[in-house]
């Protein structure tokens, strides 16, 4: 029975080709497209999720007033772990900017050098491919090395044992090699050294420093906690604080490893993270577009049934049974359902590389999970079911007699549920726009605010090994050609400023009030190459002697300071108990993303550096990235000249903003795109419908005009509906959205009216390619017959 309801099945697919591939399709993308979506949204959910005790393990955050900082003392960890009897283990990292390494020839700034606790392999479930996890860090010079970087370095040969030189200084001896993880992790890394070999040089390790937040601190409980629990310990992690460093107050907070990926916007923190707002937006744009396709399967296959109430009414005289009816059009309708999840999975397969690409993933459909592909299968399921169940309950259980009745008028009654499912559809369509539309908006605002400074042709070279004890030289050398001779040495670039402090004192200073500052050690070039406004009162200067006990700060921290900018001129300031005087007032400049508010900064005077920043002529950025290179070279011969774009550093800082832009102006083209294709097939089946009382109104006079008016008014109306639906709830998710962001654009009222605008005239274009072939056709050939 089920192979003859297949074979009449398949037998209507090919007798109405053009009805059955505007679904197939249509149902394709839009499968296609929220299949692509949860392979998404799985992946960025799995984070972390290889770790065998992953419940049991949390990172030690802080925050410490206006900051909040995934950074902690040294001590804390081990202190935890000693005398907390929750805490199973502890375990501490930390990272330099960049290393150094050798092998051979081949010398390489790494920027991706963990230094960690020797349980890191204990502690978490990272594989190894090559290397025993419990001997793997025990020996200070050890080093511990991903695949990439093994083939980097030593080709196809076995790198255990090799040397790795590191800072021109120490042989360290390859013991381990990274194996690959069955989920990502929120830790990247290529190279992972002892803690111990850091312990050596580093005064926190050494001398247990509670005052200095530097590192990355976890714990493994005992058993996973509550919320409650969680407090219990947060606030005696405060306590185990105080007892040790009575004079900053911070309040610590357990954050479960599941949430670090999601949930993490601290000072300080390791990159690549994710935002659980994307995971919202995206997963209601899957639904929408699910929805979409959904409807047209819906409004397609009910129009194409009420076309074969001839037929069913045919079959019940012939002596059909109702149930046997059920059965076929239920059949029909899963049939499409599941030609089009094998067309989507095709797609997936076509479109899934580019996908990776734009969202900087290494997604395959090997992360569906049994669980998720029985699923996608029931879903599937469930939408052939849902889109036949209204021809098959509805026809079926019509009399004969009715049915023939019904073929005359075939959809009259059922106009409203069809009007219906296409204002659900618009609605979805008009908030996708507008989203769309807005994200736009912001990230052009982004793009284009005023930073404060000219990011433009500004040109930094990280000054690593002997140069920066040689910078008298360097300096020379950069004022001596005239391609360089605009440049400035500063500690900080100003795109990664992590330095902040609450050691800071003023005149007039409330004793108890506590305030983050952010800090940064510039020279007497640094607001000319920049190109920073100040204020009121001066730069800093060689002439005067006095400027390294001189400070400089922004209208935030005359805020703070209840200043305004003359008043702070000469006023009594310390930083780090380094009595002096502010000089100097400048134009706030964001210096963290733009979703972050301004900070307090105090600037102190410095003649050097960490980075030299050049700011190029116009057109001769490559000649100056030469000359740049001939100096650092000949001041700096044994480590390799690297430089890079402060401007393309700024737009990395919005590159999930950028990455969010892009997916969702593919996801809103596609979803317009398969509302245009179900209007398109209902407007062809209406058309075809009524082709014949189109043909007696030209008989009698009607013209072209008056024809496609009267088809297209019956689309008219559903569409302004969902315009009317769509636009409260479209500001509602737009305005939540902007709050993400401490800088944000005003919502305009002509963004929607361009939403419904466009939605409408996008609705009536693709209507009237069957109103206008309608319109134009023979009025004889539609009634000959009769």
């Known amino acids: 029975m089920i192979r003859n ?45 290889f770790n065998e005790d ?15 900082a995934a950074i902690t003392p040294a001590p804390l960890a081990p202190a935890m772990r000693d005398q907390f009897p929750e805490v199973s283990e502890a375990l501490r990292l930390t990272y330099q900017r960049s290393n150094l390494f050798q092998v051979g020839n081949q010398k390489y700034e790494e920027k991706s050098t963990f230094f960690v606790d020797s349980n890191f392999f204990n502690f978490f479930s990272y594989s190894l491919a090559e290397g025993h996890r419990d001997e ?4 200070p010079q050890s080093i511990v090395i991903s695949p990439q970087m093994a083939e980097k370095y030593f080709g196809n040969e076995n790198p255990l044992g090799r040397l790795i030189k590191m800072d021109n200084k120490d042989d360290m001896v390859v013991t381990g090699v990274l194996g690959k993880n069955p989920t990502p992790s929120h830790l990247h890394f290529d190279f992972l050294i002892p803690m111990s070999y850091l312990a050596r040089t580093e005064e926190d390790l050494r001398e247990n420093r509670w005052d200095n937040f530097n590192y990355y601190s976890y714990v493994k409980l005992n058993k996973a906690n509550s919320v409650e629990e969680s407090k219990v310990i947060n606030e005696r992690i405060d306590a185990l604080y105080t007892e040790n460093e009575s004079e900053l107050k911070v309040d610590f907070v357990l954050q479960p ?8 916007d601290f000072h300080g923190d390791v990159a690549g993270h994710g935002d659980i707002q994307y995971i919202y937006i995206f997963l209601f744009t899957a639904i929408f577009i699910l929805i979409i396709a959904c409807i047209n399967f819906m409004n397609l296959s009910t129009a194409r049934a009420a076309r074969r109430a001839r037929e069913v009414g045919f079959r019940k005289v012939a002596g059909a049974y109702r149930y046997q009816l059920i059965n076929q059009f239920l059949t029909e309708s899963t049939l499409i359902a599941f030609l089009s999840l094998v067309l989507a999975i095709g797609i997936i397969f076509l479109t899934l590389p580019a996908f990776n690409l734009v969202t900087n993933q290494e997604m395959g459909m090997k992360i569906l999970d049994p669980v998720a592909i029985l699923s996608i299968f029931g879903l599937t399921l ?13 026809l079926s259980g019509f009399e004969p007699v009715k049915v023939f009745s019904l073929q005359k008028n075939a959809g009259t009654g059922h106009r409203l549920f069809r009007n219906g499912l296409v204002i659900i559809q618009f609605v979805f369509s008009i908030i996708l726009i507008i989203g769309t539309i807005s994200i736009h908006q912001q990230q052009s605002f982004i793009r284009n605010r005023n930073l404060g400074f000219d990011q433009e042709n500004l040109v930094y070279m990280p000054l690593r090994g002997p140069i920066r ?39 007039g200073k409330d004793p108890n ?23 009121t009162g001066r730069t800093f200067s060689e002439e005067f002697k006095s400027d390294d006990r001189k400070y400089i700060v922004n209208e935030k921290a005359l805020e703070i300071m209840d200043m305004d900018a003359e008043q702070a001129i000469g006023k009594k300031f310390s930083l780090w108990s380094g009595d002096g005087t502010i000089v100097g007032v400048i134009r706030d400049f964001h210096f963290k993303p733009i979703q972050q508010p301004i900070d307090p900064i105090v600037m102190r005077y410095t003649k050097n550096g960490q980075y030299a920043v050049i700011r190029t002529e116009p057109g001769k950025t490559d000649e100056t990235i030469a000359a740049m290179e001939r100096i650092y070279q000949s001041l700096n011969p044994e480590y390799p000249f690297e430089f890079g774009f402060l401007d393309q550093d700024i737009e990395n800082q919005y590159q999930s903003e950028a990455t969010l832009g892009k997916l969702v102006n593919i996801f809103a083209m596609l979803a317009i795109f398969i509302s245009c294709l179900g209007l398109y097939g209902l407007s062809a089946f209406l058309a075809e419908r009524r082709k014949k009382e189109i043909s007696i109104r030209k008989v009698v006079g009607a013209s072209v005009a008056n024809v496609v008016f009267l088809l297209v008014k019956d689309f008219t109306k559903p569409i302004w509906l969902a315009m009317i639906i769509a636009l409260p709830v479209s500001f509602l998710i737009v305005n939540q959205w902007l709050q993400n962001f401490a800088y944000h654009i005003d919502i305009k009222w002509w963004v929607f009216l361009l939403a419904c605008l466009t939605a409408w005239f996008i609705a009536i274009v693709t209507v009237s390619f069957e ?4 319109a134009f056709a023979h009025p004889s050939a539609a009634l000959q017959n009769e």
Not at 55 to 62: K, L, M, S
Not at 475 to 499: H, I, K, Y
Not at 524 to 535: N, Q, R
């Open 513 to 535: 009030q506590q305030v983050v500052f952010s800090n940064m050690d510039v020279d007497d070039h640094f607001l000319k190459v920049f190109d920073m406004t100040i204020l």
């Open 136 to 139: 793997v860090l025990k020996q």
């Open 382 to 394: 469930f939408i052939g079911v849902l889109a036949g169940s209204y021809p098959a309950f509805y």
């Open 771 to 774: 109103t206008l072939r309608a």
């Open 5 to 49: 309801y297949l074979k009449i099945g398949l037998r209507n697919l090919i007798r109405q080709k053009s009805f059955s591939l505007i679904n197939v399709v249509g149902l394709a993308i839009g499968l296609a497209s929220s299949i692509l979506i949860f392979i998404w949204i799985k992946n960025e959910l799995s984070y972390d999720q």
């Open 469 to 507: 004890n040689n910078q008298d030289a360097l300096r020379s050398a950069l004022a001596g050609n005239n391609l360089t001779d605009q440049f400035s040495l500063v500690g900080e670039l100003p795109t990664n400023l992590l330095n902040a402090t609450i050691d800071v004192e003023w005149d």
């Open 54 to 68: 992953r419940a049991r393990i949390y990172r030690i955050t802080c925050q410490v007033e206006n900051i909040r």
């Open 257 to 264: 490893l599941s949430k670090i990926h999601l949930f993490s």
